[in-house]
């Protein structure tokens, strides 16, 4: 069966190592200036229906530097949103290309998309989940503190699609994590937990900071956002990450956000710039981790012909 990567629940603990190993020596090869062509003659489509820098760039970059293609296919220029069924595009793509990155809203499609297609397809962020994201943001706290597990996780502010995916991952790789938010935006519900870390949701910021190696925030309006918005701001300003609250951990943790920022909103520019940022090396590992995920799902072994297929 051809992996897909849905939610981070479709690696394995183990599989997400060897992910990390393979980000690691791709890292310090481009460091060296030393090629590294695995993807050569390989082409990635990606769809794209919400906006996007680090994914769209990262993923682009990435396939260009492993020696492969990628082809940037906005939502609104392909025959899939005039009409044409998924369940066609995914067999017509699958016969081009030989993986699929898509951003959009609704998970289901790309769920829907992946049971289509006989290549592998990556979730670029939907509504519900960001695990290339989290994945890389896993990979990233590797580098800093030189452990996964254990480490102590403050995620403060809106409880949405990357909060969703931190929750898989701390659970998948025994990381210890803890959601500051309202109670009016709790997770509906959580996502099945497939590892031994710890998940708890609070609506107490400055409880879920206590002893926190990394304090880490995301936008307090995500794209696509329904409802009022204007309501939804003021319930999450006292989760705002700036000084007072940076010096609630009692330690010198690090701050993450997956960016793109709204500084003076969940965190100030003070912070964001500040000494205890790692968020534009959280950035640049995106890169890093996104050739590694693509040199893992491209290159799997038994990968239907689509010739035999139909
Ligand atoms: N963090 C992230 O996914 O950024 P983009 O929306 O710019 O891709
Ligand atoms: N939660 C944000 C993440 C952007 C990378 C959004 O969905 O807009």
Not at 95 to 104: A, E, F, P, V, W
């Amino acid at each position: 069966m051809k992996k897909d990567l849905l939610t981070i629940n479709d690696f394995s603990r183990e599989e997400i190592l060897e992910l990390f190993e393979k980000s690691g020596n791709l890292k310090e090869k481009r460091e060296k200036g030393i090629e590294h062509l695995s993807l050569k003659g390989k082409s990635l489509g990606m769809i794209f229906n919400k906006h996007s820098t680090r994914t769209r760039i990262s993923f682009e970059v990435g396939m260009y530097e492993l020696g492969g293609q990628a082809l940037f296919l906005t939502g609104d220029q392909l025959q899939l949103n005039r009409g044409e069924t998924l369940k066609d595009s995914a067999q017509v793509l699958s016969r081009y290309l030989n993986g699929i990155l898509i951003r959009t809203h609704d998970h289901q499609e790309v769920a829907d998309l992946a049971e289509h297609a006989t290549i592998p397809v990556i979730n670029g962020l939907t509504d519900l989940n960001h695990p290339v994201q989290i994945l890389a943001d896993i990979f990233t706290i590797k580098e800093k503190l030189g452990k996964i597990e254990n480490v102590k996780i403050a995620y403060v502010g809106d409880a949405n699609n990357v909060a969703y995916s931190w929750m898989t991952g701390a659970s998948l790789m025994g990381m210890d994590l803890k959601i500051a938010c309202p109670s009016e935006f709790k997770p509906a519900s959580l996502p099945p937990l497939n590892g031994n870390g710890k998940v708890e949701i609070t609506e107490d910021p400055y409880q879920a900071v206590k002893d926190a190696d990394i304090i880490y925030t995301d936008v307090w309006i995500s794209m696509g956002d329904k409802g009022d918005l204007d309501k939804k701001e003021k319930l999450l300003t006292p989760y705002q990450i700036n000084r007072k609250l940076l010096e609630a951990t009692g330690k010198s943790s690090l701050v993450m956000h997956c960016l793109p920022a709204h500084r003076g909103m969940e965190i100030t520019s003070e912070v964001l710039d500040g000494k205890s940022s790692i968020v534009f090396d959280q950035a640049e590992n995106r890169l890093h981790v996104q050739k590694a995920i693509l040199e893992t799902l491209l290159l799997q072994r038994n990968l239907r012909r689509d010739s035999s297929y139909f």
